[in-house]
């Protein structure tokens, strides 16, 4: 069985400042996805980020960007110039090809974001 | 993104009767939606994978009589919680399989008292 593992559960940065967010899956699939969620205390689960595991290309979406890294099955969330908004839980998520296929999730980092 | 909602998105019942949570995609179709609860401060618990048309399948430990899913159409599942007891008191969220991502719905906050 697959395994998400975030090792922060806290998190700290400054507003405008940068942050990076750790995640390590464990799986002996080569094909997969992988997802952050971000969680604010409105509870309302968001997708940040997703990445295939066959593009070698990491994915990019305005402030946040994944180092993915298959060997190592490592899958790092960077936040650029984070903001107040930006505080909330963030999971890391894995998921394997197929329609019946599940998330598997990690324990979360709680991201909080100061002045 | 696609959207998902969920209704109600706070209820609170007396200890013995049953709730119903409904779940819907509204841009979207979904061939599999998905039920979790969430503790305080814990990660998301996988309840049940359902699939338009047929039985949902239930993670091990999750009562299948207690929480009955029905999942009647690629937009819409629903979530009966019934004779609930205050230990069902929970946050209960959805999510709908569109494509290759999930998109999960604001939840519903329930309380037995």
């Known amino acids: 069985a697959q395994t998400v593992t975030q090792s922060q559960p806290e998190m700290s940065v400054q507003e405008a400042e940068t942050v990076t967010l750790s995640c390590t899956y464990d799986?002996?699939?080569?094909?997969?996805?992988l997802f952050w969620y971000k969680q604010p205390p409105s509870r309302q689960m968001i997708l940040v980020i997703r990445?295939?595991?066959?593009?070698?290309q990491n994915a990019t979406e305005n402030r946040f960007s994944v180092n993915f890294q298959k060997a190592a099955k490592s899958f790092s969330l960077k936040i650029s110039d984070s903001q107040l908004g930006d505080a909330a839980m963030y999971f890391c998520?894995?998921?394997?090809?197929?329609?019946?296929?599940?998330?598997?999730f990690g324990t979360g980092t709680r991201l909080q974001v100061t002045l | 993104g696609a959207v998902v909602s969920q209704h109600p998105s706070w209820v609170i019942c007396k200890s013995g009767t049953s709730v119903k949570i409904e779940c819907r995609s509204l841009?979207?179709?979904?061939?599999?939606m998905f039920w979790y609860r969430q503790f305080p401060k814990q990660s998301l618990m996988l309840m049940a994978t359902?699939?338009?048309?047929?039985?949902?399948?239930?993670e091990q430990g999750v009562e299948k009589d207690k929480f009955l899913i029905n999942h009647a159409s690629l937009t819409l599942s629903t979530l009966t919680v019934t004779s609930a007891h205050p230990e069902d008191s929970s946050f209960y969220i959805c999510?709908?399989?569109?494509?290759?991502?999930?998109?999960f719905g604001p939840g519903t906050r329930l309380t037995v008292l």
């Open positions: 999510s709908a399989r569109g494509l290759d991502t999930q998109y």
């Open positions: 359902s699939n338009e048309g047929s039985k949902a399948t239930y």
């Open positions: 841009d979207f179709q979904a061939t599999t």
């Open positions: 990445q295939e595991a066959y593009k070698q």
């Open positions: 998520a894995y998921r394997s090809p197929g329609t019946a296929s599940k998330l598997t």
């Open positions: 799986t002996s699939e080569s094909d997969y996805y």
